[in-house]
């Protein structure tokens, strides 16, 4: 059997699904949108029988077809069991984006009817609620224009093509909303808070003076030790599993000082002896 490589793109309608399958063709994926979900083996088949080399296949596959929902996990788990690794990326976006999204294009949501787009992105929501749990990989677009979200797929694709496991290490502000596309959280706002200090309140994580600050706690040390021992504990038990982007989150009240110092230490911390370990400061400039 060749080996293949199929990687499924659903989630929200309004979410970006053109342009992530637009950008897997770019990246040599033989794409298809709207395939009738009981013909997913047929085209396996096509495809691994075909005199072209085709060894990597991108599907959107979504709610305008009927039986999708009803028949995508047991078609999901046959091929599995067959030996098909299956990756399931799934989009989605807050209610308003969306709704902004289909009033500047004039389209009308595929569930509404004869409701507004509203209701149909909530109907539509509940039905992927089941989906969602399934997905590989879960990408919040809300804040994202088509050229952000066309970079961010294509790291993403790329890195899905090597054999090691990509690590993201992420500061959030909880006061800003918990990020959607990750694998980890870790809440740190019990630690000491910089913010309440006069001289540190302007700056953020990344200062010596902020992490001094933070790291000096006893609490500081024993919460570091117990968390990389449990990240390390993880770690080979998810590249086991064939999981190949891992992303952790940590978070404090505004994503400026503590979650910065911690995922700063984090990233530090692993990266030795290893290249593919990233940082990411979602809020940190935010005020």
Same mark, same amino acid.
């Given at each position: 059997m060749r080996e293949l490589r199929i990687i499924i793109i659903s989630g929200l309608s309004g979410t970006g699904k053109s342009t992530a399958l637009k950008t897997l063709e770019d990246l040599g994926f033989f794409c298809v949108d709207n395939l009738p979900v009981l013909l997913l083996p047929k085209f396996i088949e096509l495809c691994q029988s075909s005199i072209h080399d085709v060894s990597k296949i991108g599907l959107v596959m979504d709610v305008r077809e009927r039986e999708f929902l009803k028949e995508y996990p047991h078609m999901c788990d046959l091929l599995q069991g067959e030996g098909y690794h299956i990756e399931l990326?799934?989009?989605?976006?807050?209610?308003?984006?969306?709704?902004?999204?289909?009033?500047?294009?004039?389209?009308?949501?595929?569930?509404?009817?004869?409701?507004?787009?509203?209701?149909?992105?909530?109907?539509?929501?509940?039905?992927?609620?089941?989906? !969602?749990?399934?997905?590989?990989?879960?990408?919040?677009?809300?804040?994202?224009?088509?050229?952000?979200?066309?970079?961010?797929?294509?790291?993403?694709?790329?890195?899905?093509?090597?054999?090691?496991?990509?690590?993201? +290490?992420?500061?959030?502000?909880? !006061?800003?909303?918990?990020?959607?596309?990750?694998?980890?959280?870790?809440?740190?706002?019990?630690?000491?808070?910089?913010?309440?200090?006069?001289?540190? !309140?302007?700056?953020?994580?990344?200062?010596?003076?902020?992490?001094?600050?933070? +790291?000096?706690?006893?609490?500081?040390?024993?919460?570091?030790? !117990?968390l990389q021992d449990f990240i390390s504990f993880q770690l080979p038990l998810f590249e086991r599993e064939g999981k190949t982007y891992l992303t952790i989150a940590i978070g404090c009240t505004g994503g400026r000082h503590r979650s910065v110092v911690i995922a700063e230490h984090l990233k530090e911390l692993f990266s030795r002896g290893k290249s593919d370990v990233y940082i990411n400061h979602r809020d940190f400039k935010k005020h």
């Open positions: 990326i799934f989009l989605e976006s807050s209610d308003e984006v969306l709704i902004q999204r289909f009033s500047e294009t004039r389209r009308q949501h595929p569930l509404s009817d004869e409701g507004s787009v509203a209701e149909g992105i909530q109907i539509e929501r509940e039905k992927l609620g089941e989906l !969602k749990s399934r997905a590989d990989k879960i990408i919040d677009t809300s804040e994202l224009t088509v050229h952000q979200l066309r970079m961010l797929l294509e790291e993403y694709f790329q890195q899905l093509s090597t054999r090691s496991m990509h690590i993201t +290490f992420m500061s959030f502000g909880f !006061k800003y909303g918990v990020p959607h596309d990750i694998d980890m959280l870790f809440d740190v706002r019990f630690l000491p808070n910089p913010y309440f200090v006069s001289e540190l !309140k302007d700056l953020d994580g990344t200062d010596p003076r902020v992490a001094d600050y933070v +790291f000096r706690r006893q609490e500081t040390q024993g919460y570091l030790q !117990k």
